[in-house]
């Protein structure tokens, strides 16, 4: 079962980007990676998935080293709406984790 | 239709009732997942379903009994519940295993 830790919280300021890495040690071969932002009183909402590499989408990227440890989303440009818990999630055939959760408070 | 709904929003039960939370999707996905979060933490795994046949169960107490009677509904069945027991429970749905979730809004579950 692939244990996660993240940051439990993070500041920056609007119009920065921000990296927050998920550590995975022991994540296994078929296990995908997908991150989450929750705002309180809802729901997780997707952000990005991958397995290796890099990936991109128009509100995100998400790099994955080759020994596929751990994740870092980047969030480019971030404002106050972003504002939000963040989690990153390890999921295979058997089992599913989530990480501890970042809190990111974005500041004017 | 991208939404995932659940009924009901908010349940405040005695630990000898019997009550069920329900959860619905349209999307035509074929994984439906059952999660408990406490405040401040992050959501916990309960039960997942695949093609309406439970996949994982996480050692989950049998106080709590998931159901899925066709592709587009889960239940869970709560009976003598614990005042422990008290959390957001949330359901999701993906297209199979390992694909983007969709979340509901929770149910937020009160037990006195």
């Known amino acids: 079962l692939a244990k996660t830790t993240q940051p439990i919280s993070m500041d920056s300021y609007e119009g920065q980007e921000v990296n927050i890495t998920c550590s995975h040690n022991n994540i296994a071969t078929n296990d995908y990676i997908t991150w989450y932002q929750q705002f309180p009183s809802q729901g997780p909402r997707f952000i990005i998935q991958?397995?290796?590499t890099k990936v991109t989408n128009e509100v995100a990227s998400l790099f994955i080293p080759a020994d596929r440890k751990s994740s870092t989303l980047s969030l480019p440009r971030v404002s106050l709406s972003d504002t939000a818990v963040y989690y990153c999630l390890v999921e295979g055939r058997r089992a599913l984790t989530f990480g501890s959760g970042t809190r990111l408070q974005v500041q004017p | 239709d991208t939404e995932v709904t659940q009924t009901p929003k908010h349940l405040v039960m005695g630990m000898t009732n019997k009550k069920s939370l329900k959860c619905e999707q349209h999307m035509g996905h074929r994984a439906m997942y059952w999660y408990k979060q406490k405040a401040k933490k992050p959501p916990e795994l309960m039960f997942v379903?695949?093609?309406?046949?439970?996949?994982i169960n996480e050692s989950v107490p049998s106080r709590f009994s998931p159901e899925c009677p066709n592709s587009s509904l889960l239940n869970l069945h709560l009976h003598a519940l614990q005042p422990e027991d008290s959390a957001l429970y949330l359901c999701?749905?993906?297209?199979?295993?390992?694909?983007?979730?969709?979340f509901g809004p929770g149910t937020r579950l009160t037990v006195t």
């Open positions: 379903y695949s093609y309406e046949k439970l996949s």
């Open positions: 999701a749905s993906s297209q199979n295993r390992g694909n983007e979730q969709y």
């Open positions: 991958g397995y290796k």
